[in-house]
């Protein structure tokens, strides 16, 4: 994973073949925490995370649902069973924990959390902390990657 980084990404569509890079390193059991301001572009990286997994349905920020599941059993042809988390408008942690976070952790799958900086004490030891951030002149953004001790 960590020779994919720093990175340089312009344009959506290489987001999401990025995000395809990186899904190629992830097994079951990954935590991938993103890291990067509202249209940062943490969830084209996840659309290109759950294609890497076969999984060919929809995938969009479950803001209001706060999680997404991408099963691979669903008919979908995926292999892999991603969990897909945007926190955005959580306010504390216990609200993450009621909705399973921890169950989840613990479940045969990736998962895969947008804002995950609003609750640093919830993100285990092992996972992969992506930043995101707008580069300067032009419409593209700066990866970087950071495996969390
Ligand atoms: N590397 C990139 N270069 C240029 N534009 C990008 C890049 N990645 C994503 N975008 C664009 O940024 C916008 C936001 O993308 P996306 O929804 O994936 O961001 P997000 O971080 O999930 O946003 P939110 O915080 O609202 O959930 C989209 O219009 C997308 O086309
Ligand atoms: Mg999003």
Redo the contacts with the bound molecule.
């Keep these: 994973m960590n020779e994919l980084f720093p990175a340089e ?4 569509e ?2 999401r073949e ?1 995000g395809k890079k990186m899904g190629a390193h992830l097994k079951s059991g990954a935590v991938v925490a ?1 890291i ?12 290109g995370i759950a294609l890497s997994k076969g999984y060919t349905g929809e995938v969009t ?1 479950p ?1 209001f649902a706060l999680v997404n599941e991408y099963l691979a059993g669903a008919g979908k042809g995926g292999e892999v069973d991603v969990f897909h988390f ?1 926190v ?1 408008r959580l306010e504390e942690a216990v609200e993450l924990l009621e909705i399973g976070w921890e169950d989840y952790l613990d479940r045969e799958g990736i998962v895969i959390i ?2 995950a900086d609003k609750f640093p004490e919830l993100i285990p030891s092992g996972t992969w902390c992506v930043g ?1 951030e707008h580069m300067k002149d032009v ?3 700066e990866l970087v990657c950071e495996r969390l001790e």
């Design positions: 990404i312009i344009g959506a290489a987001m990025f993103l990067g301001d509202l249209g940062a572009g943490k969830t084209h990286l996840t659309q920020s803001t945007d955005y947008e804002w995101i419409e593209g953004r």
